[in-house]
């Protein structure tokens, strides 16, 4: 039998646990990767020469293997969910770095100029001309990035966190189908969720690009 329903049963609350873990750590994950990525990539627009450098370093550290990136954590931070955090955080940089800045290359130059003209500033033009007009690119890097982490999060369970992953390591280690089962479909139905959500958002928040969509 390759689902047993009663230990589903017998182990909701600890699936739960593990799934909003899951969720926890891809969050922060995101966020603290949008948090160093934003600026960076606002820096590499102010300033050309800072591109080439930045997406040299932050495509380095998404090729280094995840569970080696660990295991080098490992003696600054411990078994910790900082060291999590750490590495899933370096891997969302190179994929919001490069659709940021990709993003805000993407507003036409007369609308800026348009901006310039009406007498705004640079904050003002970037919050209520250039972002929304590069909220699209930069809403299909975080899509990315959100679908990428959700799986690298599984391996942190070798780590002693991994929400879902902990179910994979419990099905590998017994010998046993549901907990692995379980691990699997939720984490795609996860995976599916958070890219659906984001995909909504952007349609919610984005209203004037509906019919260039369509």
């Known amino acids: ?3 047993r329903w009663d230990w589903i049963g017998r182990h909701a609350d600890d699936i739960l646990a593990q799934l909003i873990q899951h969720v926890e ?11 160093i990525a934003f600026p960076l990539a606002l820096a590499a627009i102010r300033w050309p020469r800072l591109y080439g450098p930045s997406l040299a370093v932050t495509g380095i550290l998404f090729t280094v293997p995840s569970l080696a990136l660990f295991i ?3 003696p600054f931070t411990g078994l910790s969910m900082a060291t999590s955090l750490i590495g899933l955080t370096i ?16 507003v036409p130059f007369d609308v800026r100029e348009a901006a310039r003209a009406l007498g ?3 904050t003002r033009q970037l919050l209520t001309v250039e972002l929304p007009i590069a909220l699209p690119v930069i809403m299909a890097g975080l899509r990315i990035a959100a679908i990428t982490t959700i799986g690298l999060v599984t391996v942190t369970a070798l780590i002693g966190q991994g929400g879902l992953g902990r ?10 189908t549901t907990p692995l089962l379980v ?13 659906l959500s984001l995909a909504g958002l952007l349609w919610l928040i984005t209203p004037w690009n509906r019919g260039r969509r369509a």
């Not at 940089?93 to 800045?101: D, K, Q």
């Not at 691990?183 to 890219?195: H, K």
């Open 183 to 195: 691990g699997f479909v939720l984490s795609i139905a996860l995976a599916v969720a958070v890219d």
């Open 120 to 122: 705004y500033s640079r």
């Open 72 to 74: 080098l954590l490992i």
């Open 1 to 3: 039998m390759l689902i």
């Open 91 to 106: 891997y969302t940089l190179l994929i919001l770095f490069r659709n940021i800045v990709e993003g805000l290359r993407g």
């Open 167 to 176: 179910l994979f390591i419990s099905g590998f280690t017994l010998h046993f």
């Open 25 to 35: 750590l891809t969050g922060l994950a995101l966020l603290f990767g949008f948090a």
